[in-house]
């Protein structure tokens, strides 16, 4: 059942979004293209204006298993919902199969870009040291933005809203962070980039609060989608 569920939001739209994002991401990250280095992020620390280019490229990085999220859901939650229920039988369960699929998304995602970069330019990143924090922060931080993305189209009825958050997180705050960068640290759209996150060296302290956070808004949203579903 799970596994029909996946097939469904990794389905050819989802496959062709992620491999054009990919494909995009190669032709705008000058230099080096070893995945830390792309979906990295940056820091803004001893930035001499807006990095536009950096924004952007953040934007698209995180954007496509956010988008095949959204989309998915939208059309699970709507008038296909009274079918699929009905077999279900349980909310709960009905949604965490959908949950599983999202997480699925996003985990598919970062792996497909890690193996294409890897084959593209043989960086050997996963040979650094803080590969696998680089992988934690990013997932968690796309998953977070999914979920989060998903509660309020299920609370609002449709995708705007999730448009306006996601633009509002990955746009403004960056924005924010990048012109006052003493601000960066403590705005959500960084703790999902390495290049960011590695100024702190590693500090296992600021990790697991960033962590914390992402995870409790992660748990928040599932309930806020599990109560919108039963209404």
């Known amino acids: 059942m799970k596994g029909k569920i996946i097939s469904r939001i990794l389905d050819r739209r989802a496959i062709i979004i992620y491999l054009a994002a990919c494909l995009l991401l190669f032709i ?7 995945v830390m280095n792309i979906l990295g992020g940056f820091t803004p620390k001893g930035s001499r204006g807006v990095d536009i280019i950096g924004i ?17 859901m939208d059309v699970e939650m709507g008038a296909l919902r009274v079918y699929t229920l009905i077999r279900t039988k ?3 369960r009905w949604f965490l199969s959908r949950f599983t699929a999202i997480a699925a998304a996003n985990l598919i995602y970062l792996f497909l870009f890690t193996v294409l970069a890897e084959s593209y330019a043989g960086s050997g990143d996963y040979k650094r040291n803080g590969f696998f924090v ?7 931080h796309s998953f977070m933005m999914s979920v989060v993305s998903v509660a309020l189209c299920a609370r609002s009825g449709g995708v705007h809203i999730s448009v306006i958050f996601f633009l509002a997180v990955e746009g403004i705050m960056v924005v924010i962070g990048d ?8 705005l959500l759209p960084y703790w999902g980039m390495i290049q960011q996150v590695g100024a702190y060296d590693g500090s296992v302290l600021y990790l697991l609060l960033i962590m914390g956070v992402q995870t409790a808004m992660i748990v928040s949203s599932t309930i806020l989608i599990v109560k919108s579903l039963r209404a």
């Not at 705008?28 to 070893?34: R, W």
């Not at 952007?56 to 998915?72: K, Q, T």
């Open 28 to 34: 705008v990250t000058p230099g080096q293209k070893g």
């Open 56 to 72: 952007m490229r953040w934007n698209l990085c995180v954007l496509p298993p956010v988008a095949a999220s959204i989309l998915f």
């Open 90 to 92: 349980n909310v709960k």
């Open 134 to 140: 680089f992988l934690t922060i990013f997932f968690l």
């Open 179 to 186: 012109i006052f960068p003493q601000t960066a640290a403590y």
